[in-house]
């Protein structure tokens, strides 16, 4: 790849996504990326994120234990 300056040289710049039309582009810009980058032939072969699971903690229920000793 030919990259130039540090990974997060460039500044950040959030795009409001304002109606459906502007979420179809940022759709389509995601699904062709892994194309773009020769990761993938087409977009329909990207794998997606692998599922992940997690333990929900409750922090209400910790604090209110909290006074009670537990």
């Known amino acids: 790849m030919d990259w130039s300056g540090g ?6 710049s959030a795009e409001l996504v ?3 039309a502007a979420l179809m582009g940022r759709q389509r810009y995601v699904l062709a ?7 993938v032939d087409r977009c329909t072969e990207w794998p997606g994120p692998a599922r ?19």
Do not use: N
């Open 7 to 12: 990974f997060w040289a460039r500044r950040y």
């Open 18 to 20: 304002l109606d459906d």
């Open 33 to 39: 990326h892994g194309v773009k980058e020769g990761l």
């Open 52 to 70: 992940r699971l997690f333990r929900w903690f409750t922090w209400t229920k910790r604090w209110r234990q909290r006074g009670r000793g537990t």
